[in-house]
Each structure stands twice: as C-alpha cells, then as structure tokens.
C-alpha cells in the first residue's frame, strides 16, 4: 500500500517536471500559429480559435530568416567537423603516447574554462582583425573552437583511455600503420564517443549568442541566434508570432539530429572484445 | 626444407635492456632462439618477460641492445613488418569486426587478394573448428572460442615467430588443459617458432622445448624442462620450478660435509666448498624416502591426493619439509618416524649468491643423526 503511494507520489512529481519543462515549449509552438489578434487576449486562450502560418510564410519568405538558417548550419556543421576532428586525434595522442608534459598539457587545456568568456572577446576579437578575418563566418568557427575544443577533448579522452591498448596493438602488429589502426579499430571503438561529442558541440555552436553578437555585424555572417535577435526585437517593438515562429524552426534541426543520433548514443558497442 | 625453416624464425636478443624512466624491466638479456623451436619465457608477474615479448613483437623499443628475427636486426621495424603475430592475454579481437573480418584483417593490411583471403580464412577456420562461427561478432562467442579466433587470426598469416602473452590464463582450468593440448599439436604441425610468455609453470613445463626463467628483468636459466628441473641454476629457479616447491634448508660447510641442526651430508670428492661456507640444501619433494633412513622426523600433517600423499615433517632446527609420499604408505599426524635421502638428487647453492655449487654427497651413516 504504502509503496503504491510512494508510486504514486513519484510519477506525479516527474509529470510536474516534465510539464514544468516542456510548458514553454508547448507555448511556444500554439503561439506561432495563432494570427496576430489573438495573442495578447486577455484572458488569454491556450488553443488557437484559428490556426495560421502566415509567420512562417513571413518569415521564410520576407526575412533574411533562410539566410541565417544557412549560416548557422554552415557555422555548427563546420565547427563540428573541426573540433571532433581535432579532439579526435589529440584524445588518441593524450591517451597513448608517452612525452612529457603530456598530463600536464590536458590540465592545461581546461584552463580556458577559468576564464569568463567575456573576458576572452576583446582579445578574440583583436586577433580576428589582426588575421583578417574579422565579421565573416570563419572568424565564428574559430571562436566557437577555442571554447568546444578542450571540452571536446576532455570528453574524448575518457572515451578512449576506456579502449583497450591491446586492441590497437593487434592491429599494429597484423600490419597496419598507426593511422591505419586508428581508423580501423580505434576509431569505430569510439563512435559512441564521437557522436556524443558531435551533438554537443553541435548544440553549442547553435544556441551560440555572445561571441556571435561581438565578433559579427554583418547579415552575411549572421547565424540565427543574434539575426533573429536583431531583425524582430527593436526599442520599440518585439514581434513575438514571427519570434515565436522562428524559435520553432530553429528547434527543428537540433530535433532532427537528436532522433537521428540518439540510437547511436545509447548503442552500446564496443562490449564484449576483450576479455578479463 | 626445414632447416631453411629454422634460420628463418630464429630469434636472438643481444645485451637488451629496457628501462621506464628509473625503472629497469629488463636487464642485459642475452637469448638465442632457433628457428621452429617453443620457447616460454616463464616469471612470476613483473619480471619483465612481457616487455621482452613486446620488444620483439616492435610494441616498445628496447631502451639498448639488439634484437634480431630471422638474422635481421629488427630494432627500427614496425611491428606489421617484423613478419611476427601475437596472441594477447586479452585476445584484443576487434569487437565491430565478425570472426572472419577479424580472421582476414592481417591479409588485408597484407594486400591479399580476396579470393586467396576467403581461402585462407576457411583453411584457418577449419584448422580451429571456427567455421560455424565465422558470422558471428566477438562478443557472441565464449572464452573458449575467442581464444581460438584470436590464434586463427595469428595463424592464418602464416608468420615466422608466434608470440603468445598468456594466452590460456581467462580459460577456465578443464578448457586450459584442452587448448594446451591443441598448441602442442598445433607447434607440431607447422613448426614454427612459438614464444609463449606465461607464469604458470605448468604451461611452460608441458608445451616448451625450452624455457627460460626470468626474475626482476633477469635471464635466471635458459634450458630444457628437464635441465631447469633437475639442475635449477639458482635459488631462484630451485624454488620457482615444481609444485610442491623445492625444499630448501640453510645450513654449513664444516669438516667436508653440510649441516644443518638436522642431518649432516659429506661431500664426496671434487672440490667441496670451504669450511664455514653458508650453504642452502635443495630437497625435491619427491627425493625424501619415508620409513627407514639415518634421520628422525614428525609428522605434522598428511594432506591425501589420491594418487599420492603430500606430507609436512617437522625436522630439528625448526625446519619443515613437504615430502611426497606414495598413497599406500600408512602415515598419521603426530607419528615420529624416520627418513632418508636420495643423494644423487640433491641440489646444493651458496647462500650468499643463489647460485648453483656443483657438489655430490656420500650416503650419511645411520648414526649421523644420533
């Protein structure tokens, strides 16, 4: 009886959080299709009387909304591969190689992570003028770098140093080169790793805003968080429908990518190839 | 045929040492290993006999001397190009891989062309009765049968030297038996040189032509299973090799003879080692006779076998022997009995050194232990 209760209890306090989460959500999907008029109703209704994508059409049609779509994806998609790419190979370098320093170098690279970012800015920025690159899209990719790459490496490390060494080992010794024993075993080894890393360096390069604010004032190189921003929240006036529209849509993609990767995530390969 | 076979997977370490830092794991290893022949590098764990395998298998560098396969010095050769396999401990079997990937892997980095490779992988699987499991991922397989991919993948590149980490010590006691049993045949069947790191002296006793004994990163004895039995080089050796151990009682030289509170020994001619010399006496357990002698005992313990009974006698000076004794020899805790020597069969060691004293002994006279 008594567990039943506690049951009971449990599952209610879970559907509160859970409703606590997704309220916002849920309130942000039915207000980008109510039409304009029937927003600030008071009392306000929570199931549109009458359901529109005219914001949508507006959005899509009459903004620079597709423009930022497409900066932003190139900026997360590149981010991405150069950070993983990286990560990738100095994980495997912190875990199996034997140098000096080596320990030190990766608690060193935390390092970055006791400064504010907004105390990185100003220098970040300098240096993108100084290279040239300043207020372009490249100058984003390198920023978001400096911050997801010690992360990325970290999360990388432990994955790999859970590999056994024997496994490249074999491989090196049945003739494979060291990059090929990196992509035959130990890179499929730490998929789970590499998918996990991708997605949150993804999703940090997506919600992005700071860095983009500073270092970008050009809608050529604005990603979607600051030209969203930008384009409905004046002094004057916010223009939630078209805001809550284009918060929608720039969920989609992280949705997407998170259904398509979270088997991968979850699939837990790599057990049962060594023994003991 | 052979004997181009031989020069082919010969094996030689010269003044090979490796060190970690401060940490020296091997020391001065000098070793000759003829081509074809099985090898154990046998130690209890931390005596370097794995670092020595991976050396040669190219997975660390020696920190100095020379390491040779085939009269090529191979220091400065990748491992893929040392023309070696191994076997790991663990099997290292890569996981995403199905046992006839994982069988064909070392063709592939060969450059094999597939239809030789699928032959070859059928030929090896065959040989390991694998063939009903070639489809299969890793993890869907036994101990038992992991073990034999792991040697279908060392066997099927048909390599000069196999090196062997261990690789029967996660298989259960019945199935370690069984697979020894298949190495042997196996290593008679191909002959090829076969080095086999283990600390399992039965292994090592079974499967070796010969063996080599290694402690603290230093070769004690290299030789046959009969020489490193019956004529251990050191302290070391003497108490490593069988089960029970060796007995060892440290006594003296005084007046051409050993003693100890318990028996005295006269050397017999050659040149006895000096008086006052400190002395340790090897006894093998199955070198005592029980029942008549010139020595008295207790019994402090019988433990049956079946087959036979492993005794424990308390002797003066506080020592105890284990002694092995046929089973149908009425013996009971407690009893005094007495007890002799097989003396062509005893080992003598300077105490100071370990090292083997080449020495015989005359029978001792009934009344020396009065």
Redesign the interface.
């Known amino acids: 009886m008594k567990r039943i209760a506690g049951r009971i209890a449990f599952n209610l306090f879970a559907w509160l959080v859970v409703f606590v989460t997704a309220f916002p959500l849920v309130w942000m999907v039915i207000t980008s299709v109510k039409p304009q008029f029937e927003l600030f109703r008071i009392p306000p209704t929570f199931w549109p009387e009458q359901i529109t994508f005219e914001h949508y059409a507006r959005l899509l049609w009459e903004t620079p909304f597709l423009l930022y779509m497409r900066n932003s994806l190139i900026l997360s998609t590149a981010t991405t591969v150069v950070v993983v790419a990286v990560a990738t190979l100095g994980a495997h370098s912190l875990v199996r190689f034997r140098y000096p320093g080596r320990e030190k170098l990766a608690q060193l690279v935390l390092f970055t992570y006791l400064l504010p970012s907004v105390v990185l800015i100003l220098p970040l920025y300098l240096m993108m003028v100084w290279l040239g690159v300043a207020n372009s899209l490249l100058s984003l990719v390198i920023a978001y770098t400096t911050f997801a790459l010690p992360y990325a490496l970290w999360l990388l490390r432990s994955f790999m140093q859970g590999i ?1 060494d ?2 490249e ?9 060291r990059m ?1 024993a990196f992509f ?2 130990i890179l ?2 730490a998929l789970p790793g590499i998918i996990s890393t991708s997605l949150f360096t993804f999703i940090l390069s997506w919600n992005e805003y700071l860095y983009a604010l500073v270092l970008v004032n050009t809608d050529a190189a604005r990603p979607l968080t600051t030209g969203v921003m930008n384009m409905l929240i004046s002094a004057f006036n916010i223009e939630w429908s078209l805001l809550m529209a284009a918060s929608v849509m720039m969920s989609i993609p992280l949705i997407i990518i998170f259904a398509f990767l979270q088997k991968f995530l979850t699939r837990g ?8 | 045929m052979s004997d181009a076979r031989s020069a082919d997977g010969e094996v030689r370490f010269e003044k090979v040492r490796k060190a970690f830092g401060t940490n020296v794991v091997v020391r001065e290893l000098d070793l000759a290993i003829r081509g074809g022949e099985f090898v154990s590098l046998l130690g209890p764990s931390g005596c370097g006999k794995t670092t020595t395998l ?1 050396m040669l ?3 660390e560098f020696p920190t100095s001397g020379s390491i040779s396969i085939g009269g090529r010095v191979v220091n400065e050769v ?4 040392r023309d ?3 076997v ?9 891989m199905t046992v006839a990937e994982n069988i064909a ?2 063709l592939r ?2 450059g094999v062309p597939k239809p030789e490779r699928e032959q070859r992988v059928q030929r090896a699987a065959e040989s390991l009765h694998l063939t009903e499991l070639l489809s299969r ?4 397989l036994s ?1 038992g049968q ?1 073990q034999r991919v792991a040697l279908g ?1 060392a066997l099927v ?1 048909d390599p000069r030297v196999f ?1 062997l980490d261990e690789p029967l010590s ?1 298989l259960d006691a019945k199935l370690r038996a069984h697979m020894r049993a298949e190495l042997i045949e196996l290593h008679a069947r191909i002959r090829r040189t076969f080095i086999y790191v283990t600390h399992d002296q039965l292994e090592a006793m079974t499967m070796s032509d010969r063996i080599a004994v290694m402690h603290e990163g230093v070769l004690q004895q290299f030789g046959t299973p009969a020489e490193v039995y019956n004529r251990p080089a050191n302290l070391f050796v003497a108490g490593f090799i069988g089960a029970p151990t060796m007995n060892l009682l440290h006594g003296q030289a005084a007046e051409g003879a050993f003693h100890h509170p318990a028996l005295g020994l006269p050397f017999a001619g050659g040149s006895p080692p000096a008086s006052g010399q400190r002395l340790v006496l090897g006894l093998r357990p199955e070198d005592v006779v029980l029942g008549t002698g010139p020595f008295a005992a207790r019994i402090r313990l019988v433990e049956p076998h079946g087959h036979e009974q492993i005794v424990q006698l308390d002797i003066e000076g506080g020592d105890t022997l284990t002694i092995r004794a046929d089973a149908a020899l009425p013996l009971a805790a407690g009893e005094a009995l007495r007890w002799g020597l097989r003396t062509a069969r005893l080992h003598l060691f300077n105490a100071e050194s370990g090292g083997r004293i080449d020495a015989a002994f005359t029978a001792p006279a009934e009344a020396a232990a009065a």
């Open positions: 056994p024997d496994l080992n074999a491989a090196l010794v049945d003739g494979a080169t090929g035959d075993v499929p080894q390969f790599g057990a049962g190839g060594v023994k003991g | 991976r298998a190219g997975l990748a491992p893929g190009a070696v396999a191994m790991f401990q663990s099997y290292a079997l890569y996981p995403h892997y070392p980095k060969r991922k890793p993890r869907q101990g992991q993948r590149r090196l996660n």
